[in-house]
Structures are given as structure tokens and as C-alpha cells.
């Protein structure tokens, strides 16, 4: 009984041995992955910069398998790009996100279903795309969202159901495209929606259900089509609606 005991003692010890070392392993470009008490770690080996890898789905990534075990996500300066589904279904994300400087687009897929994130959405200065439905079903995020300067086109579905956003919605001058159901069902949106000059095209639904948006609304000279349904459910705003000749 006592070899017995001390057996599983010395395979109680091993797993919990096993269990607290880090996992980590190799991506392309000189980048690295690290996940270390729950926190994934993406950073740059050496000197420069290195963009993440595409991947077809979630279960393509290398750290798919500890899904269920990540807790907070950490990008390191180095990492210029973030691929593909990258992030898609890892929803144990707590805390806020904040991208690092040098961050030029977000990949397909990028955060979707990462609905554990709380606190603010951070995007840095630098980037030019935000792709297809990269932070749908990103619920838990809160406070505004400023879209930074350079940003040239949101993707479909981009923020679809954000629903926690609170304060303003921030876009930049150079955008020219906003997707199919781009912020639909952001309905914590408040204060004034402000359309850049330069937008070109509003696609379907892409703001339908934002219904926190308060005063007037002006449709900038330059928009030759809006979609279907764009501003559906939008009954927070007051004042004067703006349409071009």
C-alpha cells in the first residue's frame, strides 16, 4: 500500500512538473510562440520584424490544442502583421487588447469568437486593413473605438456583434470602404457618427442595430452607394439626416 501511495505521489508530482512548463514552438519569419501560466506570448527572435503566418481555420494553430487553458495574450514589438485566424475561438482572453506600434493589418477571422476580452480594444497607428470578420463576436470589449489614421477599408463583418462598446466610434479621414455588416449589432455606440469625407461605399447592414448613436447624420458628397438595411434599427439619432446630391 505505502509503494502504492508513493507511485502516485511521483505521478501527481510529474504532472504537475509537466504542467507548469512553458509550451512553445517556432512560427515563420522569426517569430516565436510562448504560453506561460495561461498567457500566449507571440514575439519577434532577434532583431527586425516578422509577420504572423495565415492559417486556413482555427485548428491550424500551433496552440489550438491549449485553447481552453489561455487566459491573456500578450504581441510583442516585431510582429508587423497578425494572420488569418490567428486568434479565432480562443474566447478565455481576459483583460484589454492592445496591438504593438508597427501592427500594418489584421488577417481574416483574426480575433473572432475571442468574446473573453474586457476593457479597451487598442489599435495602433500604422495600420491600412482590418480584414473580413476579424473581431466579430468580440463582445467583452468596452469604452470607444477609435479606428486609427491610415486605415484605408473595413472588412465584412469586421466588428459584427462588438455589442460592449461604449462612447464614440472613431474613423479616419482616409477611409473609403466599410463592409457588409461591418459594426452591426454595435448597439453601444454613443454620441455623434461622423463619416469621413473620403468613403466611397457603406455596405449592407454595416451599421444596422447601432441604435445608441445620438445626433445629426451627414452622408459625406463622395458615397455613390449604401447598402441595404445600413442604418436599420438606427433610432438614436436626432437632428438632421444629409444625403448627397
Known amino acids: 500500500m505505502k509503494n502504492i501511495l508513493h507511485f502516485l505521489f511521483i505521478c501527481l508530482l510529474c504532472a504537475a512538473t509537466t504542467t507548469a ?12 510562440w510562448v504560453i506561460s501560466d495561461g498567457t500566449l506570448i507571440i514575439k519577434k527572435t532577434g532583431e527586425g520584424t516578422g509577420v504572423m503566418p495565415d492559417y486556413y481555420s482555427a485548428t491550424q494553430q500551433p496552440w ?8 491573456a495574450l500578450v504581441i510583442e514589438n516585431g510582429v508587423t502583421s497578425i494572420g488569418d485566424y490567428a486568434f479565432n475561438g480562443c474566447s478565455g482572453f481576459t483583460g484589454s487588447l492592445t496591438l504593438p506600434a508597427g501592427i500594418t493589418s489584421i488577417g481574416t477571422y483574426a480575433f473572432s469568437d475571442c468574446s473573453g ?18 473581431f466579430s463576436i468580440c463582445y467583452g470589449f ?52 461622423t463619416l469621413p469625407a473620403g468613403i466611397t461605399s457603406i455596405g449592407y447592414a454595416a451599421f444596422s442595430n447601432c441604435y445608441g448613436f445620438t445626433g445629426s447624420l451627414t452622408i459625406p458628397p463622395g458615397v455613390t452607394s449604401i447598402g441595404y438595411d445600413v442604418f436599420n434599427n ?11 446630391a
Open 117 to 134: 476580452f474586457t476593457g479597451s480594444l487598442t489599435l495602433p497607428a500604422g495600420i491600412t486593413s482590418i480584414g473580413i470578420a476579424a
Open 234 to 244: 438606427c433610432y438614436g439619432f436626432t437632428g438632421s439626416l444629409t444625403i448627397p
Open 21 to 32: 512548463h512553458a509550451q512553445s514552438g517556432s512560427l515563420e519569419n522569426g517569430l516565436e
Open 64 to 71: 489550438y490544442s491549449y485553447q481552453n487553458s489561455l487566459t
Open 142 to 193: 468596452t469604452g470607444s473605438l477609435n479606428i486609427p489614421a491610415g486605415v484605408t477599408s473595413i472588412g465584412d463583418w469586421a466588428f459584427c456583434d462588438c455589442s460592449g462598446f461604449t462612447g464614440s466610434l472613431t474613423l479616419p479621414e482616409e477611409l473609403k470602404s466599410i463592409g457588409d455588416n461591418a459594426f452591426s449589432d454595435c448597439y453601444g455606440f454613443t454620441g455623434s457618427l
